[in-house]
Structure formats: C-alpha cells, structure tokens
Nanobody
Framework: QVQLVESGGGSVQAGGSLRLSCAAPEHIFRNYPMGWFRQAPGQERQFVASISWRGGNTYYSDSVNGRFTISRDDTKNTVYLQMNNLKSEDTSIYYC???????????????WGQGTQVTVSS
C-alpha cells in the first residue's frame, strides 16, 4: 500500500500563509506527477494544483492561481504547496495525490494521502 504522508496543515488568519508537505515513496515520486486536492464539508473534492514528474510543468485551479505555488524536491521525495494570501474559502481538508491525470474534465488519481486540515479564519 502506497503511503503519501502529508504535514503542515493548521489554522491561520486570512491573509496569512501555510506550507503543506507530502512525502512519497521514491518509486512513486520519481515516476508520476504529483498534486493537491481539497475538500470542504459538504462539497466534492476539487483539484488545486499539480506538477509534472520532472517538475517542469505546473497547473493550478483558477481559485488559487497566483496565490499558491506547487513545487517538488527530488532530494527529499517531497512535494510542497506554498499557500499565500489565504482566504476563508480556502478552508478545507487538503489531500496529496500521486499518479494523476485529467480525463475529459475529470481527474483520475491512483494514490491519495490521508489529508490535512487547513482552517482560515477571517
């Protein structure tokens, strides 16, 4: 069973910043794109950001573009999500994802992390 281990969630005031981390097994990290999704109570899980397996291409949802930055550290087999200028609507459980692809407007994900809570107070 593949384990994606997330950390870095917490509570912050609006306008603040947090950085999420996700450590993956090397054979997963080195061969597949990685990404982040989030799910608020009563809502469907939604795409946030992704990064190609070599790190050359990044993609963001419109709601976070310009505020969030996804990156990966190949020496640590870790992907990060730097979240700046956080808003109350960013409050969600954030999930790390590996081996993901967009198919006809929907995302297919092979591996999920356990999720980490991010709470933004206004």
């Amino acid at each position: 069973q593949v384990q994606l281990v997330e950390s870095g969630g917490g509570s912050v005031q609006a306008g603040g910043s947090l950085r999420l981390s996700c450590a993956a097994p090397e054979h997963i990290f080195r061969n597949y794109p990685m990404g982040w999704f989030r799910q608020a109570p009563g809502q469907e899980r939604q795409f946030v950001a992704s990064i190609s397996w070599r790190g050359g291409n990044t993609y963001y949802s419109d709601s976070v573009n310009g505020r969030f930055t996804i990156s990966r550290d190949d020496t640590k087999n870790t992907v990060y999500l730097q979240m700046n200028n956080l808003k109350s609507e960013d409050t969600s459980i954030y999930y790390c994802a590996a081996d993901l692809a967009e198919l006809g407007g929907a995302w297919a994900v092979e591996y999920w992390g356990q999720g980490t809570q991010v709470t933004v107070s206004s």
